[in-house]
């Protein structure tokens, strides 16, 4: 699970999505609860923004996330 990889999942579709969402579109399985710990960890970074869907837990890309994903994805495809 990588920064490119979270942030992409949130541009392309562009929504609230709950942890467990974005724990079923990532490619490789992860723990549900390493899928909480990093969506937290890149909230706090300003990347994304968290609310709630009635009673969960969800997130959504800030425009400073979209900045971060479109610079990670420049910088991946020069390489």
Request: charged residues 35%; hydrophobic residues 30%.
């Amino acid at each position: 699970m990588t920064k490119l990889e979270v942030l992409g999942i949130f541009y392309d579709e562009d929504r609230t999505l709950t942890p467990d969402n974005v724990g079923r579109l990532i490619r490789r399985y992860r723990r549900r609860c390493s899928v909480y710990s990093y969506l937290l960890r890149l909230s706090r970074q300003g990347l994304l923004e968290r609310t709630r869907i009635g009673t969960r837990l969800a997130y959504r890309l800030t425009p400073r996330g979209t900045d971060r994903f479109l610079y990670l994805r420049r910088k991946e495809r020069d390489y």
